[in-house]
């Protein structure tokens, strides 16, 4: 092994994802910051299409068996590697007590997928750092006991509302092998694992911000045609905790007096659902469904839109939104923003100042909605703000600087 070989690996659910690009906004800054490292994913894509950030990725990415049975041969090799590596008999005993919390097959892919990863990292590999707490976090941990590292994490929305305390605070917990620090991108996602913690400050605040070279700059934006449609816009996967059905439950509801057109940009397994949901509605023919789309396509809606809506939602599971990075790329745009209170939504929305933040209910969307469109003045004076706002405290830089110094630190030679 050279000794210029990345000291620092990198362990993420799947690569490349188009709804995870702020996994690669911040990946591809670290890298601009001078990191090295290669990223291992558990996944294989299934997107058709690529953002532009995750083709100025210059690492290896490596794939881990997304399934063991898939790789019998590698698995088997792997195993009697790892069984050699000074860790792990105790990383084994920890495993065993998690799987015994959760007698899952996830939980047995996991370990297996983290003897590969132990045996396959390179000799140089001085720390490892994961993105999202739940399934990637738990393989990055097993894998460090294993070969002797510190480990690290980033936590992010649904991986911190769904997982169970104990494992949580077993994550954050020295005693247990926890991460020498986790990052997360809210603060009500921050105060939650501080108080998880053994030690508050190994939970590091570190919203992602936004790197506002991949953006043009906002539109000058004439007030609407009366006559014409108000062209709502949505960005985010059609699933529960993004509050789409009553966003279209919300527009049965608008008046007819009101000439309106919503897109919607994304995939997800409600797809078909909401499909139908809409058409038994009778607003088939006000709906665009665009499906996945490539950063351009999007920034290229946005800009003609009048109005993004976000009607976010706790699941029945508990998951949630964290900060949606898409809330940030529209006020990059100067797009008004209709969104709920959700989570930490309000801690870049304002109600009011920044934009509107509606209940999830039908039928206060659907007064918002009216509201937003009668007052075009007051929707200018929220974007100006939120725009401002977004100048002013949610660049990508200082929380990229924070980080690189923490990643630094967790691969420093302890000699």
């Not at 985010?236 to 789409?244: A, D, I, Q, T």
């Not at 309000?346 to 039928?363: K, N, R, W, Y």
Request: aromatic content about 8%.
């Amino acid at each position: 092994m050279t000794s210029d070989a990345p000291k620092l690996a990198v362990l993420v659910k799947g690569w490349p994802r188009l709804s995870e690009t702020f996994i690669a906004q911040e990946l591809v800054a670290l890298q601009d910051a001078g990191h090295r490292f290669d990223i291992w994913s558990l996944r294989h894509p299934t997107d058709a299409k690529r953002h532009p950030l995750h083709d100025r990725f210059t690492g290896q990415v490596r794939y881990l068996p997304e399934y063991l049975y898939q790789e019998p041969a590698r698995v088997a090799r792997a195993r009697d590697t790892a069984r050699d590596l000074p860790g792990y008999d105790r990383a084994y005993q920890v495993w065993r007590k998690d799987l015994r919390r959760d007698p899952t097959r996830n939980r047995v892919r996991r370990f297996g997928q983290a003897c590969v990863l132990a045996a396959e990292l390179p000799a140089a590999t001085a720390g490892l750092y994961a993105h999202f707490m739940h399934t990637p976090s738990s393989v990055a941990r097993y894998a460090a006991i294993m070969r002797g590292l510190p480990w690290a994490f980033a936590a992010h929305a649904k991986d911190i509302w769904t997982s169970p305390d104990w494992e949580k605070r077993e994550k954050l917990q020295a005693a247990t092998y926890g991460a020498a620090f986790g990052a997360t991108c809210t603060a009500i996602g921050a105060r939650h694992l501080r108080a998880l913690a053994d030690d508050p400050g190994r939970v590091d605040l570190i919203y992602h911000g936004l790197d506002l070279n991949r953006f043009p700059a906002p539109p000058q934006r004439s007030i609407r045609d009366a006559d014409g449609p108000f062209h709502m816009l949505s960005v985010g996967r059609l699933v529960e905790k993004k509050g789409f059905d009553r966003l279209i439950d919300a527009f049965a509801l608008l008046p007819p007096t009101l000439n309106w057109h919503w897109t919607h940009i994304g995939g997800g397994t409600l797809d078909l659902a909401l499909r139908s949901r809409a058409s038994a509605a009778g607003l088939a023919e006000r709906i665009t469904w665009k499906g996945a789309c490539d950063q351009p396509e999007v920034i290229a809606a946005m800009r003609a839109a009048d109005l993004f809506v976000l009607p976010s939602r706790i699941a029945e599971d508990g998951d949630r939104d964290g900060l949606p990075n898409v809330l940030m790329e529209a006020a990059s745009q100067h797009l008004p923003i209709l969104s709920t209170p959700v989570s930490a939504i309000p801690e870049f929305i304002a109600p009011g100042q920044h934009g509107v933040l509606s209940q999830d209910d039908p039928q206060a969307l659907a007064q918002a909605i009216v509201r937003l469109a009668r007052n075009p003045q007051d929707t200018d004076r929220m974007a100006t703000a939120a725009y401002d706002r977004l100048l002013a405290e949610f660049r990508m830089d200082p929380g990229i600087a924070r980080l690189s110094a923490r990643l630094t630190n967790l691969c420093a030679d302890p000699s």
